[in-house]
């Protein structure tokens, strides 16, 4: 499920990130599915992330990118802080500590919200920027759900490279 998704603001290109963002919590279902709860928690290769931890940092990364996509719609130019959603927002948390089955429904309907709010989007609002402590930049809540997507994917694409690999 290798896909690119072009920088450009396009309908277009919203469909594909928007269809990607719908996939991926299928796509993990179907994955753990295919694994014990045991196996759910044991690293997928040495030094590696289970599969349990690589879904609690989708979620920590999730909840970080939809943050920013909710303050730029709600306010002028937010500035966002600069917290890390590994190293600072998945400690406080600690989703890797729940069950994956737990996990999965949290993310699910996590990305029902998310959905929900992406879809009634006009092509203004998908502009609207970002700002983020400590860069010069600005990013459009465009910008980062389609980073959002691409993230996934790749972490996607990882998850069924090892599975497959484990298995064969």
Not at 65 to 91: C, D, M
Request: proline fraction near 2%; charged fraction near 30%; hydrophobic fraction near 40%.
């Amino acid at each position: 499920m290798k896909k690119a998704i072009s920088t450009d603001l396009t309908n277009t290109n919203i469909a594909k990130v928007m269809d990607v963002l719908a996939e991926i919590p299928t796509q993990l279902e179907g994955l753990s599915t295919t694994l014990s709860e045991e196996q759910l928690r044991q690293p997928l290769g040495e030094g590696e992330r289970s599969f349990t931890e690589d879904l609690a940092h989708l979620i920590n990364s999730e909840a970080r990118t939809s943050e920013a996509i909710y303050l730029a719609l709600l306010l002028e130019e937010p500035l966002l802080s600069n917290v890390h959603s590994e190293r600072q927002w998945g400690k406080l948390l600690r989703y890797d500590l729940l069950s994956c089955s737990d996990l999965l429904i949290y993310f699910k309907l996590r990305r029902l919200v998310l959905l929900r709010v992406l879809a009634s989007l006009s092509e203004e609002e998908w502009a609207r920027p970002i700002r983020e402590e400590g860069k010069k930049r600005k990013e459009s809540v465009y910008w980062r759900a389609r980073s959002l997507a691409m993230h996934e994917l790749d972490h996607l694409n990882d998850l069924q490279n090892k599975l497959k690999h484990r298995a064969g």
